[in-house]
T-cell receptor
Framework: EAGVAQSPRYKIIEKRQSVAFWCNPI?????LYWYQQILGQGPKLLIQ????????DSQLPKDRFSAERLKGVDSTLKIQPAKLEDSAVYLC?????????FGPGTRLTVL | GQSLEQPSEVTAVEGAIVQINCTYQ??????LSWYQQHDGGAPTFLSY????GLEETGRFSSFLSRSDSYGYLLLQELQMKDSASYFC?????????????FGKGTRLSVIA
């Protein structure tokens, strides 16, 4: 069984630029999450999808972050414009029962 | 809201036993999970406790006391490869959704 795929693995941009991350969850997993993990901290939920609908986006900074999962499969997370404090690893995960499966993450550096 | 407390760092000797504690405060508790994350890697699932008691999976065990809002992860026969960060996470019931909220993590260093 293939795991959660994410791309790119690394991204370096300058502040005020835009960036997009892509995630393909494990086949058949209806629930998809995006997390932000700042160095030395635990993952922080940004948004949760159930199929192609948003379940929870209460912690998503909507003035600059957006996410979509149009066909209920893969998902994209966008930041526009980026700030220095957005430097973090962005993790995508999908869930079956009580277990979340995480992708390798995208390490974003904002200069 | 939710909050979780776990030690920031623990050091233990190869072959020994180590216990990582987690206390939590949440409005609607659903279950406690543990995840392992090696440097540069993704978190991987270790265990989930919804009911009081001890769950054992090989060298790892996880315990939950709902009345004390407390759980722990027990690692036995420590190996060097167990050096990693360990996160407790609560599944919290909130308006029909059950998001996962992570603690800040405990960095375990296994020394020879």
């Amino acid at each position: 069984e293939a795991g959660v795929a994410q791309s790119p693995r690394y991204k370096i941009i300058e502040k005020r630029q835009s960036v997009a991350f892509w995630c393909n969850p494990i086949s058949g997993h209806a629930t998809l999450y995006w997390y932000q993990q700042i160095l030395g901290q635990g993952p922080k939920l940004l948004i949760q999808f159930q199929n192609n609908g948003v379940v929870d986006d209460s912690q998503l900074p909507k003035d600059r972050f957006s996410a979509e999962r149009l066909k209920g499969v893969d998902s994209t997370l966008k930041i526009q414009p980026a700030k220095l404090e957005d430097s973090a690893v962005y993790l995508c995960a999908s869930r079956i029962n009580n277990e979340q499966f995480f992708g390798p993450g995208t390490r974003l550096t904002v200069l | 809201g939710q909050s979780l407390e776990q030690p920031s760092e623990v050091t233990a000797v190869e072959g020994a036993i180590v216990q990582i504690n987690c206390t939590y405060q949440t409005s609607g508790f659903y279950g406690l999970s543990w995840y392992q994350q090696h440097d540069g890697g993704a978190p991987t699932f270790l265990s989930y406790n919804a009911l009081d008691g001890l769950e054992e999976t090989g060298r790892f065990s996880s315990f939950l006391s709902r009345s004390d809002s407390y759980g722990y992860l027990l690692l036995q026969e420590l190996q060097m490869k167990d050096s990693a960060s360990y996160f407790c996470a609560v599944r919290d019931w909130d308006s029909g959704n059950t998001p996962l909220v992570f603690g800040k993590g405990t960095r375990l260093s296994v020394i020879a």
